[in-house]
């Protein structure tokens, strides 16, 4: 196989979860352009389906809330296509990200999506990535908020709210999971990386863009299409070798 037929997913059945966001829709675009046989999955199934029809993937509706939810997608996915070798973990819910403090019961609600949810999601896939013996990619989807501490010169001068402690938590957490996982389904071929983007431009503040921007070494925000080439390399077989990495996409935010 030459170097660039490694980066086909030819072949292959990916599953986007949150498809229809921000980062979601590129993913989405990647693995079809790519080649992959591509499910997304998400809560707001007439928004993803507007994605889906967009890019030539198929649409299913995900309640990460609920364990039968995820166990319905995963089956689906496998009766209609027969695997999966591709799980791109990308939906999160932000239920307590509105400012730094919140009650016991909004905490456990964004933990019980953005922690147990992923990992039974996840779990799910990589057995039955294990049961057809051909290995795997699962991709997890982080944040530079998961490797840094928060930065409150960002948010001078702008009415933006500072974020809330769980956004770090979970997303540090994800980081160590993602280790955790590579470990433990390594013997499978099975591999676990972690993207952590950069903020996304979405016409913030004049404030905010000056700083954060110059806080980048490319000094600027990530675009619509900064995850595509990185999250086909981690899917497909020219990154064989690698997993249990987390991989900082922001522009050289967090090497500064």
């Known amino acids: 196989m030459g170097v660039l037929e490694s980066f086909s997913l030819k072949g292959k059945v990916a599953l986007v979860t949150g498809g229809a966001g921000q980062y979601g829709r590129q993913l989405v675009e990647a693995m079809v352009e790519a080649g992959a046989t591509t499910f997304t999955a998400s809560r707001d199934i007439a928004k993803l389906e507007e994605t889906a029809k967009k890019y030539g993937a198929t649409a299913l509706q995900l309640d990460l809330a609920s364990e039968e939810s995820i166990n319905s997608v995963m089956a689906e996915i496998i009766k209609r296509a027969g695997r999966i070798d591709i799980l791109i973990n990308n939906a999160v819910t932000r239920c307590a990200c509105g400012g730094e403090f919140h009650t016991m019961a909004e905490y456990d609600e964004s933990l019980h999506?953005?922690?147990?949810?992923?990992?039974?999601?996840?779990?799910?896939?990589?057995?039955?990535?294990?049961?057809?013996?051909?290995?795997?990619?699962?991709?997890n989807i982080g944040s530079y908020m998961g490797l840094l501490a928060h930065n409150p010169v960002n948010y001078k001068g702008t009415p933006m709210k500072v974020e809330s402690p769980i956004y770090f938590f979970e997303k540090g957490g994800m980081a160590n999971y993602t280790r955790f996982a590579a470990s433990f389904y390594g013997p499978?071929?099975?591999?676990?990386?972690?993207?952590h983007p950069g903020g996304f431009f979405n016409n913030q503040p004049a404030a905010f863009l000056e700083t954060y921007c110059a806080n980048?070494?490319?000094?600027?925000m990530a675009d619509d299409k900064d995850l595509k080439g990185v999250c086909v390399f981690l899917a497909s077989d020219a990154s064989s070798y690698l997993t249990g990495c987390n991989i900082p996409v922001d522009g050289g935010y967090s090497a500064k």
């Open 113 to 139: 999506v953005n922690a147990s949810a992923l990992f039974y999601i996840s779990q799910l896939a990589a057995e039955q990535m294990k049961k057809q013996g051909t290995g795997g990619s699962v991709i």
């Open 216 to 220: 980048t070494m490319l000094g600027r």
């Open 188 to 195: 499978y071929n099975i591999r676990f990386n972690c993207i």
